[in-house]
DNA sequence: CTGAAAGCGCTTACAG
DNA sequence: CTGAAAGCGCTTACAG
């Protein structure tokens, strides 16, 4: 391997000092004024080069290298989670783009029972100025570690815990203002079918719409896909007498929409049925639900934004962006939602 | 920002030398051997302060970077690509994890007329040990200059031009037994529809199936989709009397399968379709196509790896991997290949 | 067995 | 205007 080019032999093609060529690098205006010659000898030497200074060592010594983490507790890429990861991906790598920085993906952080421990012997997670969390959960106590540790990172996603710095999704009240509408459309019974509630965004959701749809006594009987076969929820939904069939997973609601579909129950005019999200990609949302939608690339986006600030400082012009900030979820019309009947 | 946990200060914690405290944490057997107490006293005091080394300055000190950079000439999150990109990045991910390395995503790369460019002013390419290169298309100049330049990269996908490491899929063969599946099936005249052949890509699936039809004298016409309308191919395949569309995108296949049966054409029966390429994920897979797969996965892991080979050398046990190495095509039956009939 | 010291490639006061 | 030098937190010969 060819040996690596230093700003040491930038400066002797250049015939200058080392000090020299960091100076034209990262010049302050104010500091010390190179000549325009000089600048543009050094300049050209480095262009041809393609020289690009030593990411480490320019974090040794005190400067921000432009990278920024991002740490996944899953797989990132594969299709099982592409419906989560993709879209959030998708506004960090434009937001970046912006932002002039790089990614800087964790995938050597070891997995352990499918999920990656952020702190561990050998964490890497210093090489980026900071980072970005992604996951839909995630252990309170490595994130108040992390946190205390002083290191930058922003997590995508509501969190509980004291001092760390999020953009979440306000699935909370568009949860209950789907509940809203369930509640006009006259039904009395629900059932609803979640994930695992470990996670705060499924906790915001199961608040949101059963904290609504009690206020107005309707029953809601719940059940985790994780825990019974679908069969058991179809069951549920005949022996509570639901009208309704609240699903929080947009793929277990197809998965449910296609099993009555099967046992003969028509969806909305039998059952009507609403979905707390949507599949990442319009073209594969099969069924038209009466749901709400997350703007999950903006969520993305703005979870850039946040760590970037948090990195470079509040820009001059603008005001600070808020260190915890919910972003508001759309509702769908959809076609499932019907008046309630008698059954 | 709470002061850095440094070495020094484990050292001072545990009553010994800065030195010993690294030995503790990296000695190999042979070197040094420090005292199980010695020992166990620091690891004590590490596992107290959840101290982990600077990896900036483990690295300045010669430890291995172990980032791998990911250059892609498009955004390589936007769903439109992500039927391309995603399985890619699934292989070389989970290579990734298994060689330890963590990924660099060139995001800071300024995109120009929708592609990003590799070579230009703030090129941060070294901050990697190394990169994969992914697209469609790529600069054979761009490709040339960065060669010699003595940067190491591998492409993902075929590419012409010398001394560059790639690992590609054998689009030709797997085309050309696909024609040979055509021709056997009694076909004489086909439209090929496929895309811009300024890819590599596009060209071997071109030459394998024009080649092998031609040398059975199956007469095909040619169409781009980019510069005809779905009208005209449809125009085009009656006029020429075919009896078999091939198309190499999959998506493509499927508006022009949807275009077929709102004309009241039926496939197969009365015009078979053989398809190029699929849909990354089995569930999208709308029309069991008669059509080639393509291991993109694997691919991705592969360039992964002799990306790795080419930086850490060749490991022991092993033998060197192929410089340049086309991984095989499955065939995959279908149903809408039938034999032909006359029209 | 243990520590002082050089050096990795940078940035940034501080002197000329 | 320009460069010598200290220091960032480590690893690893090299001396005790």
């Given at each position: ?81 592409s419906d989560f990861y993709t879209p959030l991906?998708t ?159 947009p ?27 949507e599949r990442s990609r319009p073209?594969d ?11 999950r690339i ?46």
């Amino acid at each position: 391997m060819a040996p690596r080019v230093t700003q040491q032999r930038i400066a002797e093609l250049a015939g200058v000092s080392q000090t020299t060529v960091s100076l034209v690098l990262n010049g302050k205006e104010d500091s010390a004024r190179i000549p325009e010659a000089t600048r543009q000898r050094v300049l050209d030497v480095i262009n041809e080069t393609t020289y690009v200074a030593d990411p480490a060592a320019r974090r040794l010594a005190g400067q921000a290298n432009n990278l920024v983490g991002i740490f996944t507790y899953e797989h990132a890429f594969p299709s099982e989670t592409s419906d989560f990861y993709t879209p959030l991906l998708t506004g960090i790598e434009s937001a970046a783009e912006q932002l002039g920085v790089d990614l800087l993906m964790f995938t050597s952080a070891p997995v352990v029972d499918g999920r990656r421990k952020i702190l561990h012997e050998r964490s890497r997670l210093r090489l980026a100025d900071g980072c970005l969390l992604l996951g839909r959960e995630m252990d309170a106590d490595e994130l108040q570690q992390l946190s205390e540790s002083g290191y930058p990172f922003v997590t995508v996603g509501r969190r509980d815990g004291e001092n760390i710095r999020w953009v979440g999704l306000d699935y909370k009240s568009a949860s209950a203002d789907l509940a809203s509408r369930i509640i006009e459309a006259g039904h009395r019974r629900a059932v609803y079918v979640h994930l695992s509630l470990n996670a705060e965004s499924s906790r915001d959701r199961a608040d949101g719409l059963i904290e609504r749809l009690s206020s107005s006594d309707v029953a809601v009987e719940t059940a985790q896909l994780k825990d019974v076969s679908v069969e058991q929820v179809l069951d549920l939904v005949v022996s509570a007498g639901a009208t309704v069939l609240v699903v929080e997973d947009p793929t277990e609601a197809e998965t449910l929409h296609a099993a009555l579909r099967a046992k003969g129950i028509a969806v909305p005019s039998q059952l009507s049925m609403v979905v707390l999200g949507e599949r990442s990609r319009p073209q594969d949302q099969a069924i038209d639900f009466t749901r709400l939608s997350a703007p999950r690339i903006a969520l993305g986006a703005a979870a850039m934004a946040l760590l970037h600030e948090t990195l470079n400082g509040v820009d001059e012009a603008e005001e600070g962006l808020p260190e915890q900030q919910l972003l508001p979820c759309a509702l769908i019309d959809g076609s499932t939602l019907a008046q309630a009947t008698a059954r």
